[in-house]
C-alpha cells in the first residue's frame, strides 16, 4: 500500500533497502548476546489485513530489537513503527527511515506526535505499530501492571483493528548467555468495546498484559524449551578452553559433541 499525504503527516517513509540492511545487523548482534529467541507455545496472532498495534512490558534496552526479530519471523510483509525518544533519534537519524518515530516524552508536543503516528498506522493494513507501554524500563515482574495514558488514548482514537498484548523477558537458564522469551497474549478487537473511554481501555490493555506476563513467567521459571518455539538460535557453550577439552573428551568417546550446557540439543540431558 503506497503511503498516502495524510499518512505521511504521522509515519515517516519506510526505506525497505536500509531496514533490509540493519536487519541482518540486529540478527547478527542478537546471536553475539543471547542464546536464543523463543516464542511461547509459538502462538503468533493472525493479523489478517487488519490495522494492528502491539503493545508490551518493558524490561530492557533490547526490546525493540526483539520486536523486529519477531515481526521479521512472523510478519515478514509488514513495516514496523514505534516511538523512540527524539534524543535518541537525533543520534542516529537513519532510524528514522526504518520506522522509529521521534517523540519527546511527557510533553505536549511529544503526545500529539505519538498520537499522530499511531492513528496514521492504523490506517493502514502493511504496518504493525510498536509501544513499549510502560514508557520506561520495568522489572517484568513488578505488579501491578501500569502503562502510559497515551496507550488507551490511541487505542480509543482508532476505533477499529486489532491490538495484542506482548511480554517479554531475559531470563539465565544453563547457558553462558541469557534467553530472549515472549509470549503473546489473546488479540482484542478494537471495535468490540466502541464506547470504552482511554482510561477503560488502559484497565482492559493492562490486565490482559500482566495475564500474559503470568504465563510467560510460569513458563520461564520451569525452563523447558520444549514450551517454546525456537525463532533464532545465538551462541551456545562457553567456550574457550573449557569447551575444547569437552570436544575432544567427545571425540575420544566416540560422541557427537553438544556445545550447550545443559545438553539441550539432545533432549536435554546433560
Same mark, same amino acid.
Given at each position: 500500500?503506497?503511503?498516502?499525504?495524510?499518512?505521511?503527516?504521522?509515519?515517516?517513509p @519506510?526505506? =525497505?533497502?536500509? @531496514?533490509?540492511?540493519?536487519?541482518?545487523?540486529?540478527?547478527?548482534? @542478537?546471536?553475539?548476546?543471547?542464546?536464543a529467541?523463543?516464542?511461547?507455545?509459538?502462538?503468533?496472532?493472525?493479523?489478517?489485513?487488519?490495522?494492528?498495534?502491539?503493545?508490551?512490558?518493558?524490561?530492557?534496552?533490547?526490546?525493540?530489537?526483539?520486536?523486529?526479530?519477531?515481526?521479521?519471523?512472523?510478519?515478514? *510483509?509488514?513495516?514496523?513503527?514505534?516511538?523512540?525518544?527524539?534524543?535518541?533519534?537525533?543520534?542516529?537519524? @537513519?532510524?528514522?527511515?526504518?520506522?522509529?518515530?521521534?517523540? &519527546?516524552?511527557?510533553?505536549w508536543?511529544?503526545? =500529539?506526535r505519538?498520537l499522530?503516528?499511531?492513528?496514521?498506522?492504523?490506517?493502514?493494513?502493511?504496518?504493525?505499530?510498536?509501544i513499549?507501554? *510502560?514508557?520506561?524500563?520495568?522489572?517484568?515482574?513488578?505488579?501491578?501492571?501500569?502503562?502510559?495514558?497515551?496507550?488507551?488514548?490511541?487505542?480509543?482514537?482508532?476505533?477499529?483493528?486489532?491490538?495484542?498484548?506482548?511480554?517479554?523477558?531475559?531470563?539465565?537458564?544453563?547457558?553462558?548467555?541469557?534467553?530472549?522469551?515472549?509470549?503473546?497474549?489473546?488479540?482484542? &478487537?478494537? &471495535?468490540?468495546?466502541?464506547?470504552?473511554?482511554?482510561?477503560?481501555?488502559?484497565?482492559?490493555?493492562?490486565?490482559?498484559?500482566?495475564?500474559?506476563?503470568?504465563?510467560?513467567?510460569?513458563?520461564?521459571?520451569?525452563?523447558?524449551?520444549?514450551?517454546?518455539?525456537?525463532?533464532?538460535?545465538?551462541?551456545?557453550?562457553?567456550?574457550?578452553?573449557?569447551?575444547?577439552?569437552?570436544?575432544?573428551?567427545?571425540?575420544?568417546?566416540?560422541?557427537?559433541?553438544?556445545?550447550?550446557?545443559?545438553?539441550?540439543?539432545?533432549?536435554?540431558?546433560?
Amino acid at each position: 500500500m503506497a503511503q498516502s499525504a495524510h499518512d505521511a503527516e504521522g509515519l515517516p517513509p @519506510f526505506s =525497505k533497502t536500509r @531496514f533490509g540492511w540493519f536487519m541482518a545487523y540486529v540478527r547478527w548482534y @542478537f546471536r553475539r548476546h543471547f542464546h536464543a529467541l523463543r516464542l511461547l507455545g509459538g502462538l503468533q496472532p493472525a493479523l489478517a489485513d487488519r490495522p494492528v498495534i502491539i503493545y508490551t512490558n518493558h524490561p530492557g534496552w533490547w526490546d525493540p530489537l526483539l520486536f523486529l526479530l519477531l515481526a521479521g519471523h512472523y510478519y515478514p *510483509q509488514r513495516m514496523n513503527y514505534g516511538p523512540i525518544e527524539a534524543g535518541s533519534l537525533g543520534r542516529y537519524r @537513519f532510524l528514522e527511515s526504518i520506522g522509529f518515530v521521534g517523540i &519527546e516524552p511527557g510533553t505536549w508536543r511529544g503526545s =500529539k506526535r505519538f498520537l499522530a503516528a499511531a492513528a496514521a498506522s492504523m490506517r493502514r493494513s502493511d504496518t504493525i505499530f510498536w509501544i513499549t507501554s *510502560q514508557g520506561e524500563f520495568v522489572d517484568p515482574r513488578r505488579r501491578p501492571v501500569r502503562l502510559r495514558p497515551g496507550v488507551g488514548h490511541a487505542v480509543a482514537a482508532a476505533g477499529s483493528g486489532l491490538v495484542v498484548p506482548l511480554a517479554i523477558e531475559y531470563p539465565f537458564w544453563s547457558e553462558r548467555l541469557p534467553e530472549a522469551l515472549a509470549a503473546f497474549g489473546e488479540v482484542i &478487537e478494537i &471495535e468490540s468495546g466502541p464506547l470504552r473511554r482511554p482510561d477503560a481501555w488502559n484497565e482492559l490493555l493492562e490486565a490482559r498484559l500482566a495475564s500474559t506476563q503470568e504465563r510467560l513467567a510460569a513458563a520461564a521459571i520451569r525452563r523447558d524449551p520444549a514450551a517454546f518455539h525456537t525463532v533464532a538460535v545465538g551462541r551456545v557453550g562457553i567456550g574457550g578452553i573449557y569447551d575444547c577439552i569437552r570436544w575432544a573428551s567427545a571425540k575420544l568417546e566416540g560422541r557427537r559433541f553438544d556445545p550447550s550446557h545443559a545438553g539441550e540439543e539432545q533432549g536435554g540431558r546433560p
